[in-house]
């Protein structure tokens, strides 16, 4: 099976976070990543969602977190791999159909 995927590049324009110690917002970007995230299947093709996140370096001297990440806590929460209505299908399933059942029609679905 031949698995077709639709890949969305995202990047976010918010503006720049707080420092989750002290507040303060910060002077400048430290550094971008990709963080990968799963969405639901659309037309018959796997989506995935490839964030490009920044990471700030808090501009306070005393404040004890020198680097910290943006949140997009509605599209990824924390460690996520997939999207929140991702996960909840997923759930929908496994709870409907059982672990096997629900592997076999996820599979199908192209997750």
């Given at each position: 099976m031949v698995?077709?995927?639709?890949?969305?590049?995202?990047?976010?324009?918010?503006?720049?976070a707080p420092c989750p110690r002290c507040g303060t917002s910060p002077s400048r970007v430290h550094s971008c990543y990709t963080h990968t995230l799963a969405d639901l299947p659309w037309a018959g093709l796997a989506v995935q969602l490839q964030l490009t996140v920044r990471k700030f370096r808090c501009s306070v001297s005393t404040c004890p977190q020198k680097i910290f990440?943006?949140?997009?806590?509605?599209?990824a929460p924390r460690y996520a791999h997939r999207t929140?209505?991702?996960?909840?299908?997923?759930?929908?399933?496994?709870?409907?159909?059982?672990?096997e059942g629900g592997a076999r029609i996820a599979q199908r679905a192209i997750w």
């Open positions: 698995l077709r995927t639709a890949t969305a590049e995202l990047v976010s324009v918010q503006l720049p990440t943006e949140r997009l806590p509605t599209l929140p209505q991702g996960t909840q299908i997923l759930l929908l399933l496994a709870f409907a159909l059982g672990g």
